[in-house]
């Protein structure tokens, strides 16, 4: 029985928790403290800064550690697979559809017309990091630029671009760049 309620409860928060993990959270909490009682409050909180801590989805590590609380390593299981059945369920359905008519002009275009949105999109969340980065949260002006951090990106992008290095490997290196340069002004 906890097993099928483990199921349901984390199979409704993979269906609903449309926007990613933190979207997921307040679906987890009416589930697992105010619905089943599973968790108290404080273990909710503990349970956001564990699944926020481990690597992978929040909401997955949510259902692991629920599940693994309530009833052992076959509940980790079940409420993990309730939680990402859903996900499952619907990109199989979509890979399938898309692989039968991926050659309709229809389908082409509509892709092609997403394809603007998604660059959009990326660029807009890149574009936010880098003014955050570059005016350190402040309103843009000269004197709030933060110059080791727009010398880094631009550095960062220029070895990228040029020299074609690992992302992993610059990132890498521009933090570190801007760890040392940051002690040495502060």
């Given amino acids: 029985m906890i097993y099928l309620e483990l199921l349901l409860s984390f199979l409704q928060i993979g269906l609903f928790s449309i926007g990613g993990g933190y979207a997921a959270m307040p679906l987890i909490q009416a ?7 599973w968790l108290t ?8 800064t564990i699944a926020e801590m481990t ?6 590590n949510s259902a692991t550690f629920v599940g693994i609380r309530i009833a052992g390593p076959l509940g980790a299981i079940v409420a ?9 369920l619907i990109v199989s ?4 559809i898309y692989f039968r008519y991926k050659n309709l002009s229809v389908l082409q275009n509509m892709l092609g017309a997403l394809r603007p949105a998604v660059v959009a999109l990326i660029a807009s969340a890149g574009l936010s990091i880098l003014m955050k980065v570059a005016f350190q949260g402040a309103a843009p002006a000269v004197e709030s630029l933060n110059w080791i951090g727009v010398g880094l ?10 020299f074609k290095w690992n992302p992993i490997l610059v990132m890498v290196l521009c933090g570190a760049g801007g760890l040392l340069l940051g002690l040495a002004a502060g």
Avoid at 31 to 37: P, W
Avoid at 80 to 88: M, N
């Fill in 41 to 48: 409050m404080n273990e909710f909180i503990d349970l956001i």
């Fill in 93 to 96: 359905c979509l890979a399938v």
């Fill in 80 to 88: 993990t697979l309730g939680c990402i059945l859903p996900s499952l």
């Fill in 55 to 60: 690597p992978g989805p929040i909401a997955i």
């Fill in 31 to 37: 589930q697992v403290v105010e619905q089943h009682g």
């Fill in 153 to 162: 990106f631009a550095m960062g992008f220029f070895i990228l671009r040029k």
